[in-house]
């Protein structure tokens, strides 16, 4: 067991240096991108175009990181009005585009600030609140979120970017995922057990469905634009439809761990508070709280789809074209089959969890803690 455990924390901590590896085998480009500090700004402007305003700034940067560290370079910001362009200040740390035009002078633009520290805090109190609070239940169930995120970046998007089939990809690593991160996050019990198999139940019919909705509603995959630079970048390897039915997939899997584990611990604690309840009734009692879990779920799933795309959204409902005419966009379509297949997968995981609770838990295991 302790053997195990030091296996797992190495994979874990082995994670962040994933990056290096995945970067050291793409390919070599002209462009840059170095890190720097905005040391001061010695112009700044409006100009005025087409009716609106554009900020311009003239900046001193100094390299922190990259072929031209230590060295200071001055760079235009706004010079091409571009909008939503930010205001740059003295201290501020930024990404920097470096190459050079067809006359060999150095060319510099602003891609980005940095944002790691910022993140790096946000991490730590999410995984000082996590231990704090879960104790062992909460360290474990961070050991299983490494395990996820190793599979995807190990398994998942390396095999996707070969060429491999994206829904067969994604359901192999599911497979991976749900028992390290079940029975890490809950321990080696029969009602984790149950939940693994009722999971993998309810992904299989969320495939199928999306599969099937995905074909007859005839979409490509091509509703994104990051899509279409995907296809550009891997020369149309990747199998972009299929890639629609993996994201749904996975997307669902992070729901149904909650649906599951919650139904198999409700018919648990319903038999351990009174052993001889029949079987019918540990299952509609049961079905009872699972059926408010549902509501708040799908409600909760709705949400999530509708805040991510909420740009989008927006743009639809400021237009003249008829609501008939804007859910047949292939964009919102995609949303939509990717909300109501999820939905379903997760309505479809509480029955099953349930029966297959009710029907494996039984008096026999409760005898250890009667009194």
Not at 103 to 121: A, K
Not at 167 to 177: E, H, P, Q, R
Not at 179 to 190: E, M, Q, W
Not at 352 to 368: E, P, Q, S
Request: aromatic share 10%.
């Amino acid at each position: 067991m302790k053997k195990g455990f030091l296996i797992v924390l190495f994979l874990l901590f082995s994670l962040p240096f994933l990056g290096t590896k995945i970067d050291a085998t793409s390919s070599p480009s002209q462009e840059e991108i170095l890190e720097g500090k905005i040391l001061v700004s010695i112009k700044e402007d409006v100009i005025t175009q087409g009716g609106q305003q554009y900020l311009y700034q003239k900046l001193k940067v100094l390299i922190t990181k990259g072929s031209l560290i230590n060295q200071e370079v001055v760079i235009e910001v706004g010079d091409i009005p571009i909008v939503g362009q930010p205001k740059y200040k003295p201290g501020d740390e930024i990404l920097v585009s470096y190459s050079k035009d067809f006359t060999g002078d150095d060319v510099f633009y602003i891609t980005d600030f940095i944002r790691r520290q910022p993140l790096l805090w946000l991490f730590l109190i999410f995984v000082v609140l996590t231990v704090t609070i879960g104790k062992w239940r909460g360290l474990s169930s961070l050991l299983g979120l490494g395990i996820s995120f190793l599979v995807i970046f190990v398994f998942i998007l390396p095999q996707i970017c070969a060429g491999r089939d994206p829904v067969f990809i994604a359901i192999i690593g599911s497979l991976l995922i749900i028992p390290f991160t079940f029975y890490l996050s809950h321990g080696f019990n029969k009602k984790t057990t149950v939940a693994v198999i009722g999971t993998f139940i309810a992904l299989i019919i969320t495939g199928l469905l999306a599969k099937f909705f995905v074909e007859v509603t005839r979409l490509t995959g091509y509703a994104s634009e990051e899509a279409g630079f995907l296809h550009l970048a891997k020369e149309g390897m990747v199998n972009i439809r299929g890639l629609v039915l993996a994201g749904i997939i996975i997307g669902t899997l992070g729901v149904l761990d909650d649906i599951t584990v919650s139904q198999s611990a409700i018919v648990q604690q319903l038999k351990a508070a009174n052993p001889k309840i029949s079987y019918k009734e540990q299952f509609w009692r049961a079905m009872d709280v699972g059926r408010d879990h549902i509501a708040s779920m799908v409600n909760t799933l709705v949400l999530v789809y509708t805040g991510a795309a909420l740009p989008l959204l927006l743009l639809f409902i400021t237009n003249s074209h008829p609501f008939t005419e804007v859910i047949n966009y292939e964009i919102i379509a995609e949303e939509i089959i990717r909300t109501l297949v999820g939905s379903v997968g997760l309505i479809a995981a509480v029955p099953i969890t349930t029966f297959l609770a009710v029907n494996f838990i039984t008096k026999k295991d409760f005898k250890k803690i009667l009194p």
